[in-house]
């Protein structure tokens, strides 16, 4: 299978604790961006990659929030000192990035329950 | 910046036609999605359409667009079963303004028998 794939599917925590998403976009995608679904809403931004460079981050990323792409491949999106607010689909996709038409494709998402 | 708005909730019994409303409020957006959603799984791309565009169709999937008054509908043929699901419309503006989807709350499609 070659699209967007994110690890874990499913994470629950204990509030204060830090956690770890990993994405891996779709192999020759520039772009990846990130997404947060709460229950009963659309997807909202949280940041996009063009390959390591991090071009765009929303307000919706507080401090404790940190998304990296290292080397332009995988992103990883850390979470500190977790909250209960911060319960949510985290959704990531990727595009190639070089076209007036930019489809985004996205992966099944890492469903993160904080307790 | 863009607001997309849906209703919540739709209802359609089996086999007949099923019509899905947004509107959107950035009459610059150039690209407007409509997303599938089944539960506990990811968002499915089911069509876009140009901003220049008025309609487009794919098998059971009719989208209409009037950008003057900024609304987009997604109607979808013999409704099955299987159609069963949350539909996101989405916008997304100008790649070299903004290269961000901002998608409505999602309207959950029920099927009567």
């Known amino acids: 299978d070659t699209g967007v794939s994110q690890d874990p599917r499913h994470k629950i925590t204990k509030r204060g604790q830090n956690v770890t998403f990993r994405c891996d976009p779709i192999?020759?995608?520039?772009?990846l961006y990130w997404y947060r679904q709460t229950l009963g809403q659309g997807p909202e931004f949280l940041t996009y990659f063009q390959n390591e460079a991090q071009l765009e981050k929303s307000r919706l990323l507080s401090d404790r929030f940190s998304a990296e792409r290292p080397k332009g491949s995988f992103s990883t999106l850390e979470i500190q000192r977790t909250e209960q607010g911060d319960s949510a689909m985290y959704l990531c996709a990727s595009s190639l990035g070089d076209s007036e038409y930019n489809e985004q494709f996205f992966g099944p998402g890492t469903r993160l329950t904080v307790l | 910046g863009e607001d997309v708005e849906q209703s919540l909730f739709l209802s359609v019994r089996e086999g007949d036609s099923s019509v899905i409303n947004c509107t959107y409020t950035d009459s610059s957006s150039t690209y407007l999605y409509w997303y599938k959603q089944e539960p506990g799984a990811g968002l499915q791309l089911l069509t876009y359409?140009?901003?220049?565009?008025d309609m487009k169709q794919d098998q059971r999937l009719t989208v209409l667009l009037n950008k003057k008054d900024k609304h987009l509908s997604l109607r979808i043929a013999d409704t099955q079963t299987g159609d069963s699901a949350i539909y996101f419309c989405a916008a997304h503006p100008p790649m070299n303004r903004d290269d961000k989807i901002i998608f409505g709350k999602g309207t959950r499609l029920h099927i009567l028998p």
């Open positions: 192999s020759e995608h520039n772009r």
């Open positions: 359409i140009f901003s220049n565009m």
